[in-house]
């Protein structure tokens, strides 16, 4: 590992670092978690509505239109807080990032089944 006198070549020195770990004082958001939380709510809701009108024979009614309504209402309400915790600082954005992404997917989904609806 050393050369000529003990000293370290700036190769061995700069793989020597590497593998170094930096700590840090971040941590997760509080609205990326929250965003991820009515983002899972919102999908439970929705399997909730699918196994019901399923069992209803596709003859649901209110009761699924309101599970919809309130499966709009959850991602939405994510949508919200997890893009409102990407202005958050010195924070990991994992949280936002899957609250966020899920979410908008089940916003557009649920919007879709509306239009399809009418």
């Known amino acids: ?41 919102a999908i439970i809701v929705f ?19 309101l599970l919809g309504l309130c499966t709009l209402f959850l991602s939405g309400v994510g949508l919200y807080f997890g893009v409102n915790s990407f202005k958050e600082e010195e924070i990991f954005f994992l949280f936002s990032w899957i609250g966020t992404i899920m979410s908008a997917v089940m916003l557009v989904g649920m919007g879709l089944v509306f239009l399809i609806g009418l």
């Open 1 to 41: 590992m050393c050369c000529l006198g003990g000293k370290r070549n700036v190769k061995e020195h700069k793989s020597l670092n590497r593998h170094k770990y930096k700590f840090t004082d971040k941590s997760q958001s509080v609205r990326g978690i929250v965003s991820t939380v009515f983002a899972v709510l």
């Open 47 to 65: 399997c909730v509505a699918v196994f019901q009108s399923y069992m209803a024979r596709g003859d649901g009614g209110r009761e699924i239109g």
